[in-house]
Nanobody, 125 residues
Framework: QVQLVESGGGLVQPGGSLRLSCAAS????????MGWFRQAPGNERLFVAS????????YYTDSVKGRFTISRDNAKNTLYLQMNSLKPEDTAIYYC??????????????????WGQGTQVTVSS
């Protein structure tokens, strides 16, 4: 069984930065694509970014391109999301997840099996 624990969320002013971490245990995840999703109140859980196990392939939703950077340290079994130039519309609970493909796209939450409990990110002045 895989356990994922996110950390690093908080309250930040517009234009500020945060770095999220997702520590995994229970299985070595170096061969799995991992991703970040976010969910704002009343909305569905939406794709933010993902990275292949090797780190070669990365994907971002358009609204975060140029501002967010996904990375991973397979030796530490940890996934990161560096978020810069934060905007109020980035406010959400951020979840990390492990992909075990069920035939959906890398952008689809249904293709991810294991999820963390989430960490709140609030961007407000």
């Amino acid at each position: 069984q895989v356990q994922l624990v996110e950390s690093g969320g908080g309250l930040v002013q517009p234009g500020g930065s945060l770095r999220l971490s997702c520590a995994a245990s229970g299985r070595t995840l170096s061969t799995y694509t991992m991703g970040w999703f976010r969910q704002a109140p009343g909305n569905e859980r939406l794709f933010v970014a993902s990275m292949s196990g090797s780190g070669i392939s990365t994907y971002y939703t358009d609204s975060v391109k140029g501002r967010f950077t996904i990375s991973r340290d397979n030796a530490k079994n940890t996934l990161y999301l560096q978020m810069n130039s934060l905007k109020p519309e980035d406010t959400a609970i951020y979840y990390c997840a492990v992909r075990q493909s069920r035939g959906y796209s890398v952008y689809d939450a249904r293709d991810y099996t294991y999820w963390g409990q989430g960490t709140q990110v609030t961007v407000s002045s």
